[in-house]
């Protein structure tokens, strides 16, 4: 069993930043590939990015250049990086991840990109 906790949302204008965290559960974390997804008012969930236990980084193209995830194993922690913020990018983010037993998630950080 996995468990998620995100933090770091909040209200920011845009073309500001913003940097969540997401601390996971157990002592295989570096295994573990882990996505990041938001999901939008009236909206689908849409798969934002992921990490590789490697380390190798995949985006949508929606945030390709703006957004960087990375991973501190140490610390069970990954992280998103959110640059240059716009108001599409209002959702609650929340990260993922998988294993042989199932799929875990996390409670969701509500992100406001808003004047």
């Known amino acids: 069993q996995v468990q998620l906790v995100e933090s770091g949302g909040g209200l920011v204008q845009p073309g500001g930043s913003l940097r969540l965290s997401c601390a996971a559960s157990?002592?295989?974390?570096?295994?573990?590939?882990m996505n990041w997804y938001r999901q939008a008012p009236g909206k689908q969930r849409e798969l934002v990015g992921l990490?590789?236990?490697?380390?190798?980084?995949n985006y949508a193209d929606s945030v390709k250049g703006r957004f960087t995830i990375s991973r501190d194993n140490a610390k069970n922690t990954v992280y998103l990086q959110m640059n240059g913020l716009k108001p599409e990018d209002t959702a609650v983010y929340y990260c993922n991840t998988r294993d042989s037993h199932g799929e875990y998630w996390g409670q969701g950080t509500q992100v406001t990109v808003s004047s």
């Open positions: 990490i590789t236990s490697g380390g190798s980084t």
């Open positions: 157990g002592s295989i974390f570096r295994f573990y590939t």
